[in-house]
């Protein structure tokens, strides 16, 4: 059984930077994309970042391009995602996700529906 555990999140004053982390369990190989997430109070949730099984290949939402960077560590089987330059905007719930299918496919990746496992999810709030 796959579990994904997410921390690293916490108040951050705005223009800081934060790193969150996903811990996943239950594979001695993972060879899903894997993604993070968000929902802020009162909205859906919301596509952030995802990265191939073997960390070449990204793709961000336009709201994280230029400030967030997705990373993965094969060997520890985590996934990160480091927040620079934060608003008060980015103030959600963060979630990592797991793709469904053991490929790279551009046009679902960003759709949450297309993602199997979920982590319980790690709050970040941007304020002064």
């Known amino acids: 059984q796959v579990q994904l555990v997410e921390s690293g999140g916490g108040l951050v004053q705005p223009g800081n930077s934060l790193r969150l982390s996903c811990d996943a369990s239950g594979r001695t190989f993972n060879p899903y994309p894997m993604a993070w997430f968000r929902q802020a109070p009162g909205k859906g949730r919301e596509f952030v970042a995802a990265?191939?099984?073997?960390?070449?290949?990204?793709y961000y939402a336009d709201s994280a391009k230029g400030r967030f960077a997705i990373s993965r560590d094969k060997v520890k089987n985590t996934v990160h995602l480091q927040a620079n330059k934060v608003k008060p905007e980015d103030t959600a719930v963060y979630y990592c996700a797991e793709f469904k299918r053991p490929a790279w496919e551009l046009l679902k990746i960003s759709d949450e529906n297309e993602y199997d496992y979920w982590g319980q999810g790690t709050q970040v709030t941007v304020s002064s």
């Open positions: 990265i191939s099984w073997d960390a070449v290949t990204t």
